[in-house]
């Protein structure tokens, strides 16, 4: 059984600031990985999607590694700002395009 | 283009008591999904339909849960009767078809509390 692992599971970091958010997964039998973002009250937003194939994505100021051979994939936030504090998801794509996820990091960006 | 619309955005009951939850998908969606959110951790897959086929269900607790998607579009999930554990968020998702590059977009979710 896939499971999903977010490390730190909350972080606080002064406006800025450069961070990264780690995910680890069990099982390296995925299609895709990606990052979602939930606001509270709200739904998901998927961030980045990384192919299997692929080794990282690129949105604005945020990149998305992954090594799949290691279970692992890490969300680089560049110049974070107040309107990036959110919780962040990271899920893996199995058969049947079924998600796993973590269990999330909840970022607050301070002024 | 309007995305995934779920209604109620919030529900109080109490246990032992029936509660529904809808969901309408983008337009054009062949693929919704069901999924609960326990506070302070990730979505859960309830059940997923192709059209109006469950196509994986094997994690919905179908003593107390049901769903239906009739005619492929609309879909209702169930709980009845409603037990404390079963406060959470009910997400639904949709995406294109059920291929591992097809996106899922995913609504507002309702909030259950039971009390």
């Known amino acids: 059984k896939q499971e999903v692992t977010q490390i730190p599971a909350a972080l606080s970091v002064p406006e800025g600031e450069n961070l990264v958010l780690n995910c680890s997964f069990t099982d390296s039998a995925i299609y895709n990985l990606q990052w979602f973002r939930q606001d509270p009250g709200k739904g998901l937003t998927s961030l980045l999607l990384i192919q299997s194939s692929q080794r990282e994505q690129t949105s604005g100021r945020l990149n998305a590694s992954l090594d799949k051979s290691s279970g692992r994939s890490t969300l680089y936030i560049a110049a974070s700002q107040p309107g990036d504090s959110a919780t962040y998801l990271c899920?893996?794509?199995?058969?049947?395009?079924?998600?796993?996820f973590g269990t999330g990091t909840q970022l607050k960006v301070e002024l | 283009e309007a995305g995934v619309v779920q209604s109620p955005r919030y529900k109080i009951i109490e246990k032992k008591q029936p509660v529904a939850f809808w969901c309408n998908p983008i337009s054009g969606h062949n693929t919704l999904y069901w999924y609960l959110q326990n506070l302070g951790q990730g979505p859960e897959l309830l059940i997923r339909?192709?059209?109006?086929?469950?196509?994986?269900d094997s994690q919905l607790p179908k003593d107390r849960f049901s769903a239906e998607r009739l005619k492929g579009v609309d879909s209702t999930l169930k709980i009845q009767p409603a037990e404390l554990g079963d406060s959470a968020v009910y997400l639904c998702?949709?995406?294109?078809?059920?291929?591992?590059?097809?996106?899922?977009?995913f609504g507002p979710g309702t909030r259950l509390t039971v009390l």
């Open positions: 998702a949709s995406s294109a078809r059920a291929g591992a590059s097809d996106t899922q977009y």
């Open positions: 339909y192709e059209n109006e086929e469950a196509v994986d």
């Open positions: 899920a893996v794509t199995g058969g049947g395009n079924k998600l796993t």
